[in-house]
C-alpha cells in the first residue's frame, strides 16, 4: 500500500519561498498523477497544482499561477511543490495526493497527512 510522507512546511514572511516535499513509500508510484490540494482555515479545501505522469503535464489553479511550480523525481518517488512570492492568503495545510486514476480521481487516491505552511504580513 501507498504511503505519502510530506515535509518542508514551516512559518514564513510574506514574499518568501518555501519547497514542500512528498515522498511515497511502498509500490513504486511509476504510472501515478500527483496533485497537490491545500485548506485554509474555515474553508473548503481546494486544487493548487497538478501533475500528469504520461506527459508530465503541469497544471495550476489560478492564484498560485506564476508562483508555485512543481517537479518530481521519479528515481526517488518524490514529488515537489515550490512555493514563491507567498501571501498571507497561501496560509493553509497542504495535501499532496497521488493516483493512477488522474489528477482529478479520488476513488482510487493515496493521501497525504498534509502539512501546515503559515505566511506572516
Known amino acids: 500500500q501507498v504511503r505519502l510522507m510530506e515535509s518542508g512546511g514551516g512559518s514564513v514572511q510574506a514574499g518568501e519561498s518555501l519547497t514542500l516535499s512528498c515522498v511515497g513509500r511502498?509500490?513504486?508510484?511509476?504510472?501515478?498523477?500527483v496533485t497537490w490540494y491545500r485548506q485554509a482555515p474555515g474553508k473548503e479545501r481546494e486544487f493548487v497544482a497538478g501533475?500528469?505522469?504520461?506527459?508530465?503535464?503541469?497544471y495550476y489553479a489560478d492564484s498560485v499561477r506564476g508562483r508555485f511550480d512543481m517537479s518530481r523525481n521519479n528515481y526517488e518517488d518524490a514529488m515537489y511543490l515550490h512555493l514563491k512570492s507567498l501571501t498571507p492568503e497561501d496560509t493553509a495545510t497542504y495535501y499532496c495526493?497521488?493516483?493512477?486514476?488522474?489528477?482529478?480521481?479520488?476513488?482510487?487516491?493515496?493521501w497525504g497527512r498534509g502539512i501546515l505552511v503559515t505566511v506572516s504580513s
Open positions: 495526493k497521488v493516483s493512477p486514476s488522474g489528477i482529478r480521481d479520488d476513488a482510487r487516491a493515496t
Open positions: 511502498g509500490p513504486s508510484l511509476s504510472g501515478y498523477d
Open positions: 501533475m500528469s505522469w504520461s506527459d508530465a503535464s503541469k
